[in-house]
Every structure is written in C-alpha cells, then in structure tokens.
C-alpha cells in the first residue's frame, strides 16, 4: 500500500503498526562506503529509501553508463528526490570506487 | 558447521573452505558472485530467524545457506527473506483485514483471520517458493539487482484456503481478466510505486493457488508474511504477495511497475509454458513457471573425497509444477552419466531429494554434475541463456572435488 493510504489505516485502525526504520537493521550502521569524493553525495541521497550495501553487491562490474541507468531507474521509477547536480557527483563517485571502466 | 560436517558422512572434508566465517559458496560453476557481493555478505539474524546470509539490510534480503537444502523442508527459521519495500509492518491479527473487491466482482467484502480460517476449507500442499533472481549473482556477464547466490528459495508445508473459493463468494463477473494482490508494506517515500502483482484468471483460480496463513504448521512467521500471504505453486516467488490485504478482480491488465516493467523475461529465450497473456509485450512477458533445476546440497567445491571409500552425494530437484521425472549425476565432468536415487515424492510443486552413491577409485580432480529432468521432459541446459535480469538460471551445476 501507499505510505499515506498507511497512515489512515493506521488511524483508523489504532494499531500499533512499527515500523522498521534505519536502526531497526543493526548490522546495517556498520556498512562504510570507501572513503572518497563525492561518497557524503552518496549518503545523502541514497539511505533514506534503502541500506547502502546494495552498492557494494553490485560491484565492480558496472560501467559508468551502468551505474547511470541505475540511478535514472531510482529517480525516475522509484521516485527518488535527487538533485540534477547531485547526479554527475554520484556517477563519479560509484564509478571510480565501485565501477569498472 | 557442525551440522553440515555431520551430515557430510561419507565425504571427507580436507580443504578448509569453512573457516570460522562464512560458507557462502561464491561459485556455482555458472559463474561466480560478483566479488563485492561475497564481500559484504555477513551472516545476520532478523528478528526470530537464524543466521542467513545477509544480501541486504533494508529492504531485508536474506539467503538461505546451502547446508539448510538436506532437508526436504526447509525451516522456518531459515527460510530466506525477500523484500521490496522498506516499510514493513508488524501487522496485528485482530486488527489485520483482507479486502476482496475490484471492478470485476458482484459483491466485495472483507475478510477477518478468523472468518478467512472459518469459512472456507482448508486446504495443505508442499510448494518450493523461488525468487525469480535466484542465482542472479551467477550470471555471466554480471547484472544488477541483489546477488543471490543459489538460496534464495524454500520448500514449505502451506496451509491456507483456495483462492478461488474466496473468489466465489465475491462473485466473478464475466469480464473478470486477472486478480491483483496488494501487501501491507510500503515504500519509504510516497513516490515509490507499491508493490503490486497480478495473476491470470485460470491461475488465479488454479484449485492449487493458496490464499495461506500457515507454514510448515505454525502460523506465517512476519518475515515469510504474516498473517496471510498468496501461495502459487508452480510459479516464482515475485507473485507470492506478503502480508496480503487485497485481492482485486479486474477486467483491465494490472499496469503498474512491478507487472509492466519488472520481472520480465525475453520471450524468444525460454519456452513459454505457463502464459499470462493479458501481460505479454512485444518482445518481453511477465516470468511464471519455475524452469526445472537441481542443486547438490552436501558438497563443496574443493572438497576432498576418499578413494575406494562409498560415498553419497545429496540434492534437490524442482520445476514449475510437472514433477521430476528423474535426476542423473555424473562424477567425471559429464562423460557418462547414471540416474540418481529419488526420495520421498511430496508432491508435484515440492523439492524432490535425490541421492547418488559412488565409490571413487582414481585420484586426482574429479567435476560432479547433476541434471533434472521434469515429467514434460524439459531438462537443464550445459550453458547461461543469458538475460538482462539473471531470471531461470537453472544451468547445470558443476562441483570440482579432489580424490585423495
């Protein structure tokens, strides 16, 4: 269902739905992306919506243009609230640490 | 790795490929793991499981280890996890309802748990539950999405009701032409399209499609959906919808994003058996029925056999739904080939154990392989039919052992 339709089931129901937020997950604040430029970019625009290890999974066989459909696919499909300037620093960044060329 | 080394009987265990950490095989000999994701693979618990091989945390993607596959069942507490979204309700019982309804029904109603359990019959079945990208990590050349090794499936005892009995009682009209299912997770912004599958109506009301709130005798566990979720025997675990609170009769192919853009196969790749015409594209159709497969589940790459020493080797066979017919293993890399002892059968869309006993003489690197064949006589192919999402991977596994 949809967050909001979430919501008012929520209130209406007078649940106590928990939800799962970031720390819920232990392990998952143990995950470090390599140090590098552009990796803040990364963090700020990536976690809210999943962990960051699928990053590292997917790695290193995605070309720049890989990469690049991947994060067309989160701002266009998943609806991802990205910056168009954000976007060059992010491919820089997954490209030269978690990329083939 | 106690368990595992008890169980390895016959086998002798002489490389140290288990360490104190983790045994996630990275190969399959369909190809390995990208080296990133055995990387961040760790064993982790979620909340009243055992330790699985953490793919990864949010949404929780969690493989089950080979080791778990001697046994026929698969327990639930290690049954693997595969989320979409990150919101992920604990849904309460008494307050959970399941909402039957749509453009294509006479008369919508909900449903409490209790009314689901009283109402209609009761029916059980075994059911292997697939992700769709099991072994996707396998795939050569690598492709995105989450790396599974080849554990991303279980075999249960699903108890539930039919869902075509609940279908009757909301009245199909005539112009019904799929059934969509809707779970109570959520995206972690609005944006997100929900997660969404639709099924065809003659599978829909299949007698084996299940609407379940048992698995293997307790009640759903919350990682596995609690308290009610589709079981589709036959078909990949993308349209086993979780925490299921409606089921919609529409006369309109279901459009969203996980039925019209993802889990999508190339059509001129597979033999198309089971099909979903409502969803079929030019190029690309919806993934149904599970293409057959087997795994060796007791032994590991590297491993060390004992020349002259009986040894038995272990596995599982399944497919979409026919049945196997039989399983053949080969112990010299595919030169000749006998046919594996099969076990218990507990029905058609069930894991079927299989064992094969063989005493080898010569030393020296030995390639085992084993090969299903289902009852329509599909088989599994030597080489990856390569896709762009790692779907049907059912390339026949390959193990070098060494006799000593």
Not at chain 2, 158 to 173: H, N, Q, S, T, Y
Request: charged fraction near 20%; hydrophobic fraction near 40%.
């Amino acid at each position: 269902m949809s967050a909001d339709a979430m919501k008012t089931l929520n209130a209406l129901l007078l649940a106590p739905v928990v939800v799962f937020s970031v720390t819920a997950f232990a392990g998952e604040d143990q995950i470090e992306l390599k140090e590098g430029a552009g990796r803040d970019t990364v963090m700020a625009n990536c976690v809210m919506c999943h962990s960051i290890d699928y990053i590292p999974m997917n790695s290193p066989f995605m070309k720049r243009t890989d990469w690049q459909a991947t994060v067309d696919k989160m701002v266009n499909v998943m609806g991802a609230p990205i910056s168009q300037d954000d976007i060059p620093v992010i491919l820089d960044y997954l490209t030269t640490y978690y990329g083939v060329e | 790795m106690l368990n595992r080394r008890t169980f390895l009987k016959g086998l002798v265990s002489g490389s140290a490929v288990t360490g104190a950490g983790l045994l996630v095989p990275r190969s399959l000999r369909a190809g390995e793991l990208p080296m990133g994701a055995t990387e961040s693979a760790v064993w982790a618990a979620l909340s009243g499981k055992k330790p699985l091989i953490k793919r990864t945390y949010r949404p929780p993607n969690f493989e089950t280890p080979i080791r778990t596959f001697s046994d026929v069942v698969t327990p639930n507490d290690q049954f693997f996890v595969r989320w979409h979204l990150a919101h992920i309700p604990q849904v309460v019982a008494e307050t959970w309802r399941l909402k039957v309804g749509g453009d294509s029904v006479e008369r919508p109603f909900e449903l409490t748990l209790d009314r689901l359990k009283r109402d209609f019959e009761p029916v059980e079945l075994f059911a292997v539950c697939q992700c769709a990208g099991n072994r996707r990590g396998f795939s050569e050349p690598h492709v995105p999405g989450v790396q599974w090794g080849a554990g991303a499936m279980g075999n249960a005892r699903w108890k539930g009701v039919r869902l075509r009995d609940v279908m009757a009682r909301a009245g199909l009209k005539r112009d019904a032409l799929e059934i969509v299912f809707g779970g109570a997770d959520y995206g972690a912004i609005d944006e997100t399209p929900d997660f969404i599958k639709s099924l065809p109506l003659w599978k829909a009301l299949d007698e084996n499609t299940l609407v379940a709130y048992e698995m293997n005798g307790e009640a759903l566990p919350h990682w596995s959906g609690f308290p009610v979720r589709l079981v589709v025997p036959g078909w990949s675990g993308t349209y086993w919808m979780k925490q299921l609170i409606s089921i919609s009769a529409t006369s309109k192919p279901e459009k969203g994003f996980w039925m019209s853009k993802a889990y999508r196969i190339p059509k001129d790749k597979f033999p198309l058996i089971d099909r979903f015409y409502s969803q079929e594209g030019e190029a690309n159709t919806p993934i149904t029925d599970m293409v057959v497969n087997s795994l060796m589940t007791n032994v590991e790459e590297g491993q060390h056999l004992r020349a002259g020493q009986s040894t038995t080797i272990a596995g599982l066979a399944w497919d979409g739904g026919h049945g196997i017919r039989r399983v053949e293993v080969s112990v010299n890399g595919g030169r000749t080939w006998r046919e594996a002892q099969l076990e218990q059968d507990y029905g058609r869309f069930s894991f079927r154990a299989w064992r094969h006993t063989f005493t080898p003489r010569r030393g020296g690197k030995h390639v085992l392989m084993a090969k299903a064949t289902n009852r329509q006589g599909s088989t599994q192919p030597y080489e990856l039919v390569f896709n762009p999402a790692g779907y049907h991977n059912n390339v026949v596994q390959r193990i070098t052992v060494e006799v000593v």
